[in-house]
């Protein structure tokens, strides 16, 4: 595609309940970033994707979340029992070849969990 | 944790007017981006600077970058009504580490 899509753009959940974000980078950007902001905050970096493989973990702030990216293209986050601490918005990233450190952004997923 | 540090955390001028931000990050780095970031929704990438460089331009921005301090100002001039957003500095490393790190930004707003 033309950018970087998200899906859902809003989602309002209940404590407890799991939830899916998508992400469709750009078409042959083999690499994929997920970050989460808080309100008023800077970026929190929680995974990247080189191709299909995640080589950096560090960043996912607990088992609950979980990350995955098939054919080098789409890639989905879930967040099991989320927790209000989990309201945030969570954004993707894609860059075209690996070392390529420009990344282009999609317009985020606002997570809101009551 | 967050590798930069903006400053000021907010920013309030006339337009027409120059504003300057600062970054300040901690390890050493092999580029230092800076995005836009207009209603806390998507980054556009606005500008990079490589860690041999010491100043960079593009249009109405100027990037400098002081390695020996760490440190790295944007400035835009002439502002205008639509640069009214959040200002981010990003640190890449590429030393095997693909993951560009994000300071906390600045807000600036332009008063018309």
């Known amino acids: 595609g033309a950018g970087v899509s998200q899906s859902p753009s809003n989602k309002v959940t209940e404590k407890g309940k799991d939830v899916e974000l998508r992400c469709d980078p750009i078409s042959g950007h083999t690499a994929l970033y997920w970050y989460r902001q808080r309100l008023g905050q800077g970026l929190e970096f929680l995974i990247y994707f080189q191709g299909n493989s995640a080589p950096d973990k560090s960043g996912l702030p607990s088992d609950r979340f979980s990350a995955e990216r098939t054919g080098e293209s789409v890639s989905t986050l879930t967040i099991q029992r989320t927790q209000q601490e989990d309201s945030a918005v969570y954004l993707c990233?894609?860059?075209?070849?690996?070392?390529?450190?420009?990344?282009?952004f999609g317009a985020g997923s606002r997570l809101t969990v009551l | 944790s967050q590798q930069g540090e903006e400053d000021p955390q907010a920013l309030s001028i006339q337009e027409g007017e120059n504003a300057t931000m600062n970054c300040s990050y901690k390890t050493s780095i092999n580029n230092l981006q800076w995005y836009r970031q207009n209603s806390g929704r998507g980054l556009v990438h606005l500008i990079l600077i490589r860690s041999n460089e010491r100043e960079k331009h593009s249009g109405r921005l100027r990037v400098t970058l002081d390695t020996s301090k760490k440190s790295s100002s944007l400035l835009i001039t002439a502002s205008r009504a639509a640069d009214t957003a959040s200002y981010f500095c990003?640190?890449?490393?590429?030393?095997?580490?693909?993951?560009?790190?994000f300071g906390t930004g600045t807000r600036l707003t332009i008063i018309p």
């Open positions: 990003a640190t890449g490393t590429n030393f095997g580490n693909e993951k560009l790190t």
């Open positions: 990233a894609s860059s075209l070849v690996f070392g390529a450190n420009v990344l282009t």
